[in-house]
């Protein structure tokens, strides 16, 4: 069974840094797209930043010049560096996988369970 692991989270005043990290569990065939997507309470999910498997990146507008994303392809893991942390910030940060658990079956995507980034003003 394969599984996103989510770690990192927590509380950090504005301005600080945070470093999540998401790390497959179980046997893949192969890993394409991965990223990070947030939802703050009320409203809907959004997506934060996704990583191909060749390391092009994609960046919601928002966090643009602040957060990082990477991935270690070797570890199929997946890194947010998130600095210069705002209050708006405040979210459940979700883990995001497109999988494919054996060569003859299609991808799936796959969430992690998310992890609460708290940002204090």
């Known amino acids: 069974q394969v599984q996103l692991v989510e770690s990192g989270g927590g509380l950090v005043q504005a301005g600080g840094s945070l470093r999540l990290s998401c790390a497959t569990s179980?046997?893949?065939?192969?890993?394409?797209?991965m990223g990070w997507y947030r939802q703050a309470p009320g409203k809907q999910r959004e997506l934060v930043a996704v990583i191909s498997r060749g390391g092009s990146t994609t960046y919601a507008d928002s966090v643009k010049g602040r957060f990082t994303i990477s991935r270690d392809n070797v570890k199929n893991t997946v890194f947010l560096q998130m600095n210069s942390l705002k209050p708006e910030d405040t979210a459940v940060y979700y883990c995001?996988?497109?999988?494919?658990?054996?060569?003859?079956?299609?991808?799936?995507?796959?969430w992690g369970q998310g992890t609460q980034v708290t940002v204090s003003s």
């Open positions: 995001n996988a497109d999988i494919q658990r054996i060569w003859y079956e299609a991808r799936n995507d796959y």
């Open positions: 179980g046997s893949v065939y192969s890993i394409n797209t």
